[in-house]
């Protein structure tokens, strides 16, 4: 089923999964929550992805490593597999 990508402001908690992962370039993939919303980009940097996190405030503006997933700002990851980074995103 295609995504609709929702850049929205998204209150602390829980955040709905499976995560999504939409190609941005061969660098970059933006991080979706199952119901569309923007959480962060996978970034890959050298040889290892990383996570950096992405809010938004309620006017709609972004807020650079902040957004519910904020404690999971530059987590790595040696693939971009998307049920590998949905388990360790929404871990504990």
Known sequence: MP??????????GPV???????PVNADVLAVH????AHVGSLKK???VW??????YD???DM?????????RHNLQF????????SARLLAG
């Open 16 to 22: 709905p999964g499976p995560l999504r992962l939409l």
């Open 63 to 71: 807020e650079p490593g902040g957004g519910p997933l904020t404690d």
């Open 78 to 85: 040696q693939t971009p597999d998307a049920a590998k980074v």
């Open 50 to 55: 990383k996570f950096k996190a992405m809010g």
């Open 45 to 47: 940097i050298g040889a």
């Open 33 to 36: 929550t199952a119901e569309g």
């Open 3 to 12: 995504l609709t990508p929702k850049f929205i402001h998204l209150p602390d």
């Open 58 to 60: 309620e006017a709609g």
